[in-house]
């Protein structure tokens, strides 16, 4: 079983910063990549940033230039500072951990509400 924890998040103007983190634990786990995704109101949730153990990263197109994702493979810990924050940022954001025998795990999510 593997547990995934995300902290950080909260409220910020435009224009602003936020930063989130997330550590995936578990017994004897192989974790491959980790991310983030996000769910707007009233909205799907749609995969916000990713990356892998070797340090290749993806991006949506709303976010790239703006968030940075990064990761410490010993720690399972991924972060993703948020830079230049817009209304439309303003989502629950969750993190996920794909293990290396392709199982998803979730965490409970994090409020990010961002003013204008």
């Known amino acids: 079983q593997v547990q995934v924890v995300e902290s950080g998040g909260g409220s910020a103007q435009a224009g602003g910063s936020l930063r989130l983190s997330c550590v995936a634990s578990?017994?004897?786990?192989?974790?491959?990549?980790m991310g983030w995704f996000r769910q707007r109101p009233e909205q799907q949730r749609e995969k916000v940033a990713w990356i892998d153990s070797s340090g290749s990263t993806n991006y949506h197109a709303s976010v790239e230039g703006r968030f940075t994702i990064s990761r410490t493979n010993a720690e399972n810990t991924v972060w993703m500072q948020m830079n230049t924050l817009e209304s439309e940022d303003t989502a629950v954001y969750f993190c996920f951990a794909e293990t290396t025998s392709n199982r998803h795990y979730w965490g409970q999510g994090t409020q990010v509400t961002v003013s204008s």
């Open positions: 578990g017994s004897s786990i192989s974790i491959g990549r």
